[in-house]
Structure formats: C-alpha cells, structure tokens
C-alpha cells in the first residue's frame, strides 16, 4: 500500500533539486548520486540519487493517451520519468530516506478509519485487500518491527513467499498471482483480529502513517484531492478525511468524485487532464 499524496500545486521542499547536474540517458539506467543540500542546511531534503526510468517523444506520449482513453491535443513535448531518492524524516521526527512517484489520485490518507475497516467490511475489492497488506505489512515491519517470523501473520504456503514477493523485482502482477483471493486464506487467526481491531504497536504505526494530509499550506496553495465513489482499491473516504485534516489546518481542499462508476484506474485516467492543466508550466 504505497502512500499516495494529493495534488498539491506547489513545489515539495523534500525535493529540492541540485544547484547543477547532469541527466543521464536513459537506456544507461545509471544513477547519478549529488551531494545537494537544502536552504537550512540541516539536509533534510537532500536529493541524494536521480535515475532515469525512461524516455518517450511526444509522439510516443500521444500514442499511449489515446491507447488510455486520454485526450492528446494538448501534447506539445516528450517526457523523461525519473525516481528521486532524497532524505527526509518519519512522522516523529526520525531521519530516513524516501523514494517514488506522485500519485495524485485516490489515496490511503486514513488507514485506521476507513482503508483498513473497508478491508473487512467489503468496501475493498478482496484482492486488492490481499495485495495491498501483503506489501504494507513486510515493508512496515522492516521499519516498525510488527512481527519476528512472518508463519505468525500469513498462513502457509504464503509465509515462505511473501517478504520475497516484495523485493522490489517482482511485478504486480507476479505478486498477485502467488497470493490468494481473501484475507481469511492469507492471514492467521490471531493477525487477522489483529487488523480488524488494531492497538498497541500496530495502532502506532497506522497512526504515523495517517498523517500525509496533517500539515498547513501556504495561503496561495490550492488543493484538489480526486478520487471516486466507484473505487474499490482506496474509499473515497479516504479522501473525505484528507480534506478534513486540511480543513483542521485552516485550508480548504476540494474533492472531486469521478462517479459511481469510475474504479481507482479509471478515476486516476479521468483526472489526469485535469491535473495536467492545472501544473505550472516550466519556462
């Protein structure tokens, strides 16, 4: 369950860009590595290695569009994907290192409320539950220890084969294919009381997973949080609750629904234009 952020219109301090670099090819996949600081100087958002995932012409970007449904007329450019790799710190405070994408779309913004309760209460497509605590799970537990063995929360065969499912090399739809389709099959007795009725360490760590919406914008920032009342891999709820915290910090988000009958691709496919127009525009 990778944590989503919202579309935020405005530049993230964590990924404070280098004073000077090169990009790389690439079809070399090389990583540069840079020692850039931030403004305070304390490194916090230290861009600490950038690399290329791939290239498209414009071309290439129209012809994938319209192959998603998507609007083309506006493609002027190329694009070039990248994954930063940059430090920053845990909800309380701790130094570590962090990595990804933006996606704005549909986010597990409020794990104890509402994404995990609609795991158990049918909210949540059933495979999806099962992939996306499966990766939760082994990725929190090498941060937040949860568990020793992992025979005491997945239930064999899928003790053996989880935490190496999840080795960053296995794609999704490898992964998916080695669990199985409800939690009851994945889970133990104990783990799956467990998540139905957090507390204790686990509560804990749900908790400082909740906070992506818990800060205070800028007064010139707006906010759109997409989602959709059709998605069954993140409640809309989740979305309603981001737009909460941010409302607890003085800032007014609007959400908008893509429909009933929009799943969490589809909601992401209809809000893609709309985002796109809305980013700045680099000159």
């Known amino acids: 369950m990778a944590a989503?952020?919202?579309?935020?219109?405005?530049t993230a301090p964590a990924l404070a860009a280098p004073s000077a670099f090169t990009m790389p090819s690439a079809e070399s996949g090389q990583t540069v590595r840079t020692a850039a600081t931030t403004r305070d100087g304390q490194g916090r958002g230290t861009l600490l290695s950038l690399k290329p995932l791939g290239r498209l012409s414009r071309a290439e970007v129209i012809s994938?569009?319209?192959?998603?449904?998507?609007?083309?007329?506006?493609?002027?450019?190329?694009?070039?994907?990248?994954?930063?790799?940059?430090?920053?710190?845990?909800?309380?405070?701790?130094?570590?290192?962090?990595?990804?994408?933006?996606?704005?779309?549909?986010?597990?913004?409020?794990?104890?409320?509402?994404?995990?309760p609609g795991m158990?209460?049918?909210?949540?497509?059933?495979?999806?539950?099962?992939?996306?605590?499966?990766?939760f799970l082994t990725a929190q537990n090498r941060l937040h220890p949860l568990y020793d063995d992992p025979a005491e929360v997945f239930r064999a065969p899928y003790a053996d084969r989880v935490e190496d499912?999840?080795?960053?090399?296995?794609?999704?739809?490898?992964?998916?294919?080695?669990?199985?389709?409800?939690?009851?099959?994945?889970?133990?007795?104990?783990?799956?009381?467990?998540?139905?009725?957090?507390?204790?360490?686990?509560?804990?760590?749900?908790?400082?997973?909740?906070r992506t919406c818990d800060w205070e914008p800028g007064r010139d920032v707006r906010i759109t949080l997409y989602s959709a009342t059709g998605d069954r891999d993140v409640a809309i709820e989740n979305t309603r609750s981001c737009?909460?915290?941010?409302?607890?910090?003085?800032?007014?988000?609007?959400?908008?629904?893509?429909?009933?009958?929009?799943?969490?691709?589809?909601?992401?496919?209809?809000?893609?234009?709309?985002?796109?127009?809305?980013?700045?525009?680099?000159r």
């Open 4 to 10: 989503l952020v919202p579309a935020v219109l405005t």
């Open 64 to 116: 994938q569009a319209q192959k998603q449904g998507l609007e083309a007329d506006s493609a002027r450019h190329g694009v070039a994907a990248c994954r930063l790799t940059y430090r920053t710190i845990t909800p309380d405070g701790r130094p570590t290192t962090a990595s990804g994408l933006l996606a704005p779309v549909g986010g597990p913004f409020d794990l104890v409320r509402e994404e995990l």
């Open 120 to 135: 158990f209460d049918g909210r949540i497509d059933p495979r999806s539950a099962v992939f996306y605590l499966s990766f």
């Open 165 to 210: 499912l999840f080795d960053s090399e296995h794609p999704a739809e490898e992964i998916a294919g080695k669990l199985p389709e409800r939690l009851e099959e994945l889970l133990t007795d104990t783990w799956y009381q467990k998540l139905r009725h957090p507390s204790g360490a686990l509560l804990e760590m749900l908790r400082a997973n909740d």
């Open 243 to 282: 737009a909460r915290q941010l409302a607890d910090h003085g800032a007014r988000a609007t959400v908008v629904d893509q429909g009933a009958d929009a799943d969490h691709y589809r909601s992401f496919l209809r809000s893609a234009p709309s985002i796109a127009r809305a980013l700045p525009v680099a």
